[in-house]
């Protein structure tokens, strides 16, 4: 009885032991996966914290919105008018109106929205509680047209750009909440294609025929980073389409066929797909891509079949290769600049150096480690206003020249490829020498047995530099 009980003792013992150490190396398992989940969470929470400021986005604890900023991100920030009291009926809200906006109602008369047989007033996008007006929101339009507005929303997949993400991609960038307050007000009426729907059918018309003109697009589409407007006004569609286009009846969809040249939306938003980024290869162009990747090469049969409504297949394929040979030829020239960057930053030649320069805002990592960006893998655009004078020849040769001359052959405007190269040529010969002139310098210091730091640039403090928080 007790050897039974004894060895019935020994083997739970030894059957806990085992218990315990499967547990015990079950919790050493578990350790990893617990700081996981904590540090996911602490991100989350972080982001979330981050975002809960009296601006939006990344950076919404660092700046405040001017009250204009209600009618560029309505669902953020629009705070009704109170000066007039009262719940109207569709009737008055038209009425009082045509006193006080006539022309706003007399776009409003014109409009599909007016001529439908269930006429859409006023009311129905603004409220009936002038108290309480609202300022309609794409949410707001797609609960009529939910074809439009889902295909707007899906464009998110496509990341950024795309229209649909356009005003986070603005509001999360580091300097949105550094640089002085006059151009981000800029910055939200260009990006604003992403919180409201009259940016290409304008307000209160909301007419089809006027988003399918290339003027539609050009209030955003235009000027030194994204000369869109001007390198197809400049090319042989651009030309015909000012020519003969006042002419054309535009009540007709964009499908083959119907125009003899393509506009923007044309090529941009086949079949009046409310999408702008389903096609994209090279993108905004601050970045090589590999065309013949199997998706890269998938985008541009897509882009292919659509010429090809007009062109002959083999010769539109063969204009897109140019394309890319264009592109291939700028990059050679913009990794050449990088290279000589980089040796300088190896070498501590540039001035004012990262860690001279005041961080972005809330960049924790900047301040730990700084270090000079150089190129699209270090950091976006709004990295390259406080740097020295040679990496601000960079960032215009990257940023303006380069983006220049690739809208020119991507938008068939061989003049435009032309001063484009020839730009970046004289800004890559200009860094060279700028270099050779930093490294004697060093050399002649040294030699004179000078200590002291080499002088700084004029971008170590200014309006782009100075952490502007009491101002935004
Ligand atoms: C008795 C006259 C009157 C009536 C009726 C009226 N409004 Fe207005 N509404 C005004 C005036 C005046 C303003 C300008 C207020 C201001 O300057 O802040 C205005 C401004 C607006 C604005 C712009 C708000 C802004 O923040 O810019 C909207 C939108 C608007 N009204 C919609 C409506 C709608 C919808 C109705 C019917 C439900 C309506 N109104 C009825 C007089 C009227
Ligand atoms: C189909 C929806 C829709 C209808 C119908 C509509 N509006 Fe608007 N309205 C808008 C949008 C969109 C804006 C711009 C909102 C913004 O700037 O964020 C706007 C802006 C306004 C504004 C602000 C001032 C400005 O700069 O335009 C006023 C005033 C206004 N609407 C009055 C009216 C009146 C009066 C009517 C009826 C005759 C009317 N709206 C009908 C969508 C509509
Ligand atoms: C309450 C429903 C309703 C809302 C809200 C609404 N619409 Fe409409 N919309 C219509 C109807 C109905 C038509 C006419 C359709 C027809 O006649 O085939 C129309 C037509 C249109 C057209 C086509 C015009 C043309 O020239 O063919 C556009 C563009 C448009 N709406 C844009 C908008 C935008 C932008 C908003 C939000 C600011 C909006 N709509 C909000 C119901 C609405
Ligand atoms: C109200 C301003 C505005 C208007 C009008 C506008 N866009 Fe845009 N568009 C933008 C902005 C801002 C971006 C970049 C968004 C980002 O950074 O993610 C953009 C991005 C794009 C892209 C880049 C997509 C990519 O993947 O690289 C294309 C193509 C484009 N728009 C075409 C058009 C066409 C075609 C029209 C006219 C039918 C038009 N846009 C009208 C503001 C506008
Ligand atoms: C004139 C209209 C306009 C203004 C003003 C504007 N943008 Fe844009 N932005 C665009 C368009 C259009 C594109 C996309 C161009 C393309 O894809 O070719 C774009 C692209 C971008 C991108 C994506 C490319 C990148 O650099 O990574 C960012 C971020 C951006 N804008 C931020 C800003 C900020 C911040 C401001 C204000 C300082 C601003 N934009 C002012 C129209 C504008
Ligand atoms: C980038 C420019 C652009 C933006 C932003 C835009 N649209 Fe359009 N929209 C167009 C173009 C171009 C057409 C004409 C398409 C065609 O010819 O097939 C159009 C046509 C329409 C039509 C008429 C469709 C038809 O077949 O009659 C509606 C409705 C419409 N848009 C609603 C919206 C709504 C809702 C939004 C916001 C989610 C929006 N649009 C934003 C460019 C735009
Ligand atoms: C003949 C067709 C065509 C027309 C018309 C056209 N584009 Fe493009 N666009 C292209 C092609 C092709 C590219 C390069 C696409 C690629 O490889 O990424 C491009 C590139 C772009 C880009 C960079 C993002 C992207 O999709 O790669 C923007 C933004 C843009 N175009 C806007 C416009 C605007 C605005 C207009 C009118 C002023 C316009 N385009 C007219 C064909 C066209
Ligand atoms: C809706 C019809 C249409 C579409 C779609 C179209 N084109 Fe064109 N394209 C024309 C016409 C017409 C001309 C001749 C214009 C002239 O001679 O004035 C032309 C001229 C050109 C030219 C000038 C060279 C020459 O022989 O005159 C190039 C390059 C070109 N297209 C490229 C493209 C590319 C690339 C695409 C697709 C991204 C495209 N086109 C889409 C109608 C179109």
Redesign the pocket.
């Known amino acids: 009885m007790l050897h039974t009980s004894t060895t019935s003792a020994f083997v739970s013992r030894k059957v806990k032991n085992t218990v315990v150490k499967n547990t015990v190396v079950k919790s050493i398992l578990l350790i990893p996966l617990v700081i996981v989940l904590l540090t996911v969470s602490a991100g989350f929470a972080y982001v979330h914290w981050s975002k809960g400021g009296t601006g939006a986005g990344l950076y919404s604890r660092h700046w405040s919105p001017d009250p204009v900023q209600g009618y560029w991100d309505p669902d953020n920030f629009y705070q009704s008018t109170e000066i007039v009291k009262g719940l109207f009926k569709a009737e008055q809200c038209i009425q009082c109106h045509e006193e006080i906006t006539p022309g706003i109602v007399s776009d409003w008369r014109a409009s599909r929205h007016a001529r439908s047989e269930e006429p859409i007033y006023c009311n129905a996008c603004h409220g009936n509680d002038h108290q309480q007006l609202r300022l309609p929101t794409p949410d707001e339009c797609g609960r009529c047209h939910a074809k439009q507005h889902g295909e707007f929303r899906d464009e998110a997949r496509h990341g950024f750009?795309s229209h649909v993400l356009a005003m986070e991609r603005a509001v999360d960038t580091k300097h949105f909440a550094d640089k002085p307050k006059a151009e981000l007000q800029s910055c939200v009426q260009c990006h604003s294609v992403a919180t409201k729907c009259d940016s290409c059918h304008t307000r209160h018309r909301f007419d089809a025929a006027e988003a399918r003109r290339?003027e539609a697009?050009?209030t955003?589409?235009?000027g030194p980073p994204?000369p869109?407007?001007e390198?197809?006004?400049a090319?042989a569609?651009?030309k015909r389409y000012l020519a003969e286009g006042s002419d054309w009846d535009w009540s007709k969809p964009l499908t083959k066929g119907n125009y003899k040249?393509?506009?923007?939306?044309?090529?941009?938003m086949d079949g009046g797909r409310h999408q702008?980024?389903h096609?994209?290869?090279?993108?905004?162009?601050l970045r090589e891509i590999n065309?013949h990747t199997s998706q890269n090469r998938v985008?541009?049969e897509n882009?292919i079949e659509?010429?090809s409504d007009c062109h002959d297949e083999k010769q539109a394929g063969q204009w897109?290769t140019e394309?890319d040979r264009e592109r291939k030829s700028a990059w050679r020239k913009l990794y050449a600049a990088e290279d000589i960057l980089k040796r300088l930053r190896g070498d501590n030649l540039l001035r004012p150096a990262a860690g001279e320069r005041p961080p972005y805002p809330m960049d924790w990592l900047d301040s730990l480690w700084p270090r000079e960006r150089i190129g699209f893998f270090e950091g976006q655009a709004s990295a390259f206003y406080n740097v020295s004078a040679i990496e601000r020849d960079y960032f215009e040769m990257w940023y303006f020249e380069n983006l220049g001359a690739?809208?020119s052959a991507?938008?068939?405007n061989q003049a435009g490829v032309e001063a484009g190269h020839r730009k970046m040529a004289a800004s890559l010969d200009r860094i060279k020498s700028k270099s050779d002139e930093l490294r004697t310098l060093k050399k002649v210091r040294q030699k004179a047995k000078i200590k002291s730091d080499l002088p700084g640039a004029p971008w170590a403090k200014g309006a782009y530099t100075d952490y502007n928080r009491e101002h935004n």
Do not use: E, M, Q
């Open positions: 750009p290339s697009c050009i955003c589409h235009s994204h869109d407007g390198t197809y006004f090319s569609h651009g040249v393509p506009t923007c939306a044309y090529c941009h702008v980024a096609k994209s290869l090279w993108k905004f162009g065309p985008l541009r882009w659509l010429c897109l394309l690739y809208k991507a938008h068939g």
